[in-house]
């Protein structure tokens, strides 16, 4: 299997602009986590789902975040408006039913709002 | 106070020292204890699984969770500099993990 694919792996736009992170899961994987790694707070869950369902999306910062994921093997989190302060790591995991707590991570997009 | 403390480092030894890594938690519904190691510019992957009190060694690794004081630990020995990378502890109640912020570990030749 290829693991967890994330698209892009660098992303830099300007202020305001609309971002979309893109990640397919390992295949057969029931749960989609899609995380945010900053210096300064960490790897953060921003949302996760079970078979295509949002579970939590509690760690989602504003309504600037949405995210979707409409098939298993496709998920896309969108940033409208960006802010400079969107600038992080995103990352993406998956993992089985039974092994919520192995999780498997992409390689992750690293986003730079200017 | 954050659910989760782990000491960011940096952390730099020779090779072939043991390393301790620790973490300390103060939620005391969190059963399942994880240590997930991060090599630069890659994502994190699953190094040490641990279901609540005790120890478990693979390898070269050791896992400690200590409950009563909510204290959990990983010990690397004879370290090689491919062990390298940023250790992140996780751990959860069967909910949502939640990572410590991680300590960049530096194996020296």
């Known amino acids: 299997d290829a693991g967890v694919i994330q698209s892009p792996r660098h992303e830099v736009t300007e202020m305001g602009q609309e971002v979309t992170l893109r990640c397919k899961p390992i295949s057969g994987h029931d749960y989609l986590f899609w995380y945010r790694q900053t210096m300064m707070r960490g790897l953060e869950l921003l949302i996760y789902f079970n078979n295509n369902v949002p579970i939590d999306d509690s760690g989602m910062p504003e309504d600037r975040f949405s995210a979707k994921m409409p098939n298993a093997s496709f998920s896309n989190l969108k940033i409208q408006p960006s802010e400079p302060r969107d600038s992080a790591v995103y990352f993406c995991a998956s993992s089985l039913l039974d092994s919520y707590n192995e999780q498997f991570f992409g390689p992750g997009t690293r986003l730079t709002v200017l | 106070q954050k659910e989760v403390e782990q000491d960011p480092g940096p952390l730099s030894v020779p090779e072939g020292a043991i390393v301790s890594l620790n973490c300390t938690y103060s939620n005391s519904a969190f059963q399942y204890f994880m240590w997930y190691r991060q090599y630069s510019r890659k994502g994190p992957e699953l190094l040490m699984y641990?279901?609540?009190?005790g120890n478990k060694e693979d390898g070269r690794f050791t896992a400690q969770v200590d409950k009563s004081s909510k204290y959990i630990s990983l010990f690397i020995r004879d370290s090689q500099p491919s062990d390298s990378a940023t250790y992140l502890c996780?751990?959860?109640?069967?909910?949502?993990?939640?990572f410590g912020q991680g300590t960049e570990l530096s194996v020296k030749p």
């Open positions: 996780a751990m959860s109640g069967g909910g949502k993990l939640i």
């Open positions: 641990t279901y609540s009190s």
